[in-house]
């Protein structure tokens, strides 16, 4: 005889009879065991017929019982379609749930996730065209291959991923799960930096890069948030050292994370590190997949100078603490000046080679007659914009100091230029 299993949590919890806390899309006991959570549709089982005959009821209370099943029947299905799932699919949103009549083996929440990170990383994608390679779609692309190996990362991923459905489809349930994940993945990082044999993994490091993402993406109204994130981002990527960086995914996080370490570097007055000769050559020895080799030099030697930015920052901060009629302050001016020229010669050589490989972006009047940004620039590869924009911001670091030590030139010109991301 047919029956339907009455326990509630998910099929491993039941298997031991333990009590499942039925989280959603898997529970916590499977983690703690390091094991993928099975899901909790179970299927059918088969019990044994009893020997004997049951008494027989009544006409109507079998009638009664009949109609008993039915309302029962019927409120199940309606408690069922109501329930909030992770992998749900709801208006188009790319996540898919398997139906009951699905075989019960291939229902797992791990594949839900896999399933939305897939999803994810087409919706990252979507920007670009095909034909055009895309460094985030490229990073995101390698978490299917991580998951499932570690939990401090498996709990990140959960959390990223959540927040990004969660706000796509306005469903404040996927948010909270998130926000739970998100507290669950620091938990574990906290316990994870402390164990010699894991705290410099690769899976550690793509948990901390995805983690600082997830700032981004969440606490935009603090400033503060992200900066606590890459500054203990900065500190892993410098404690592991420049010789873990070589395999595809340990280059491909670092450069897309190396940008937040210069910016913090600038932010708080610390030193940046990636300013050394030893990590400039490791960069550059170290080809992104997708780029062609010219393409990745120039841009590798673009980045060295950006690094040099904080330090021009810096000293320009230093120098408003200071009287500048002192001796002191008189070779923090000379040691800046000479700093800054010699970085804006290198720059404009870099910059004339450069525009022989990207074409400079189209200009086009706003459509929209926006106040703020009348003219709209146009690029023709993310990758070719990406580089442009950066060199833009390096140059106008440039000509403000160079107007703040009264160096001769248009440089507050110049910055207006660079600012609206002109020539």
């Known amino acids: 005889m047919v029956g339907v299993p009455r326990s509630s949590g998910c ?6 009879r333990v009590k499942c806390d039925e989280r959603i899309p898997g529970c916590a006991k499977c983690e703690t065991y390091g094991q993928p959570c099975p899901g909790y549709d179970k299927g059918f089982k088969f019990i044994a017929g009893k020997p004997y005959r049951s008494k027989r009821k009544q006409p109507a209370l079998r009638e009664e019982a009949t109609s008993g099943r039915q309302q029962s029947s019927s409120a199940s299905s309606n408690t069922s379609s109501s329930s909030p799932n992770l992998g749900s699919d709801s ?10 009549e699905e075989p019960s083996d291939l229902v797992s929440a791990d594949l839900n996730i896999l399933q939305s990170i897939n999803t994810l990383i087409d919706d ?5 065209p ?30 990223f991923v959540a927040h990004h459905f969660g706000k796509s489809l306005q469903n404040k349930e996927m948010i909270v799960y998130a926000r739970y994940s998100y507290g669950e993945a620091l938990s574990r990082l906290r316990k994870a930096l402390t164990n010699p044999s894991e705290c410099l993994s690769t899976h550690i490091f793509c948990a901390v890069v995805l983690l600082c993402t997830y700032e981004l993406f969440t606490d935009t109204e603090n400033p503060k948030s992200w900066m606590q994130h890459a500054k203990g981002l900065g500190q892993l990527i410098k404690a592991r050292g420049p010789d873990r960086y070589r395999n595809d995914i340990d280059i491909t996080l670092l450069k897309n994370s190396r940008g937040l370490v210069v910016m913090h570097s600038m932010f708080s007055g610390e030193d940046c590190f990636l300013a050394s000769e030893e990590w400039h050559q490791m960069m550059r020895q170290q080809y992104t997949p997708g780029i062609p080799t010219h393409l990745h030099d120039i841009i590798e030697e673009f980045f060295a100078f950006f690094t040099y930015t904080p330090s021009i ?17 008189l070779q923090v001016i000379s040691a800046a000046l000479e700093e800054t020229l010699t970085l804006q010669s290198r720059t404009d050589a870099w910059y004339e080679q450069y525009t022989k490989i990207a074409p400079p ?18 690029y ?4 070719y914009a990406t580089i442009y924009c950066g060199y833009y911001s390096c140059m106008v670091i440039v000509h403000e100091t160079l107007r703040t030590f009264s160096y001769p030139g248009p440089h507050e010109a110049m910055n207006g230029v660079f600012t609206t991301g002109g020539d």
């Open 11 to 16: 099929r491993r919890c039941v298997k031991r």
């Open 91 to 100: 208006s188009g949103s790319g996540l898919i749930l398997f139906s009951n």
């Open 124 to 128: 990252f994608a979507l920007p670009a």
């Open 130 to 159: 095909a034909t055009q390679s895309n460094r985030v779609s490229h990073w995101f692309s390698l978490l299917p291959s991580v998951y499932g190996y570690n939990q401090t990362l498996d709990a990140t991923i959960k959390s």
């Open 313 to 329: 920052v810096h000293r320009l901060y230093h120098l408003k603490e200071m009287d500048v009629s002192t001796p002191q302050a």
């Open 361 to 378: 972006p189209t200009e086009a009047l706003s459509g929209r007659n926006d106040p703020l940004f009348p003219v709209i620039l146009t």
């Open 380 to 383: 023709s590869d993310m990758i």
